[in-house]
């Protein structure tokens, strides 16, 4: 399917006045998160609050840690809905198709047929409906929509809390800590501006640090602990100069896998699979220090150049990435090492 044109709509701004009369479905990514679900839940609680009616939904699957905090405070939702009920779609955490999972074919036959055929004096991408993204991805050719995509944000919760925090009551400010903290794997990245954001909304919460770092902990179940157990077996270590490389593959769970390479001494970790489709998927972590002090983006400095000579699906921004597409793990993984390697060695 083509990139959709960019728009406009919202601008810099969020307009209460935008979602009024609208049929609203909250979209989280495939393989749902707490940030992609604590940032639908903040906005569903905002258009709550302006007597807007939304439904959360989710594609098909949603991580246990997120089913668990789903179930502990009462947030609803619905697995892949009929999307003909709906005329206005806002996704969170994601802004491109391969993200919708199972929706996706539903969701391009929709566009593509204009089957909703409401509110067409709205200007937007679509006749008939609208829709827009909230999201902390680099905005790629093949993105969905730039409003609103912002790169410098470490979690799209604080992206949210950026343009309607304002707005936000004692719950809003709550989910918008945990989205925070599980997105930057608990505090493994950060930013001046990232860490000014979760304190103010840890004190709009009223709950304390500890509580707060509590309820975000992640207890992997067997499963994803006996896949890092495989993958640390497998794990190849490099060093180029004074940065440290890991390289590793496994089938699943190659972000969490990633993410936990850094907190055993990783400056950058690559974890590769191949999927039940064959395609080969390709997660990336860097560590915040060592991006600071090389000005290293894995987007920009590893997995764009990955995918001009692949081809393939990226997304991700400076300091988690992903890649997919068809090649061999071996060949990907060789050529994700000479990018670095090509990098490190030209500082």
Request: charged fraction near 25%; aromatic fraction near 14%.
């Amino acid at each position: 399917m083509k990139t959709i044109k960019k728009n406009n709509y919202f601008k810099k701004k969020v307009d209460i006045k935008t979602f009024f009369e609208k049929k609203i479905l909250l979209v989280c990514h495939e393989n749902t998160d707490l940030d992609s679900f604590c940032s639908a839940a903040i906005f569903k609680e905002f258009l709550s609050n302006n007597k807007i009616n939304s439904t959360i939904c989710v594609p098909s699957h949603i991580n246990e840690q997120t089913t668990n905090f789903a179930k502990e405070y009462n947030i609803d939702f619905v697995v892949n809905p009929e999307l003909e009920k709906f005329n206005f779609f806002i996704l969170f955490d994601f802004n491109d198709f391969e993200q919708f999972g199972k929706m996706r074919l539903k969701f391009e036959e929709l566009l593509k047929n204009k089957k909703l055929g409401f509110n067409k004096n709205v200007k937007n991408n679509f006749e008939g409906i609208s829709l827009f993204v909230f999201d902390h991805h680099v905005v790629e050719e093949s993105s969905i929509s730039k409003y609103f995509s912002d790169a410098t944000k470490l979690s799209t919760t604080e992206l949210l809390f950026e343009l309607i925090g304002k707005d936000f009551n004692e719950k809003m400010f709550f989910y918008a800590c945990i989205g925070m903290i599980e997105d930057t794997g608990r505090f493994l990245v950060g930013s001046t501006n990232f860490f000014n954001a979760f304190s103010k909304c840890l004190e709009g919460s009223k709950k304390s640090y500890a509580n707060i770092f509590k309820i975000a902990k992640h207890d992997p179940p067997e499963c994803e602990k006996i896949a890092f157990l495989k993958a640390l077996k497998r794990a190849e270590i490099i060093k180029i100069k004074n940065t440290i490389i890991v390289l590793s593959n496994i089938s699943f769970y190659q972000g969490a896998v990633a993410t936990k390479l850094l907190e055993f001494g990783a400056d950058v970790s690559i974890v590769c699979g191949i999927e039940k489709n064959g395609i080969t998927n390709l997660s990336a972590r860097a560590e915040t220090f060592f991006k600071e002090k090389n000005n290293f983006n894995l987007m920009n400095h590893l997995i764009i150049p990955l995918q001009k000579k692949f081809g393939g699906e990226a997304g991700g921004h400076s300091g988690a990435a992903q890649w997919k597409g068809f090649k061999s793990k071996k060949i990907v993984l060789k050529e994700s090492l000479k990018i670095l390697n090509d990098f490190i060695n030209k500082k």
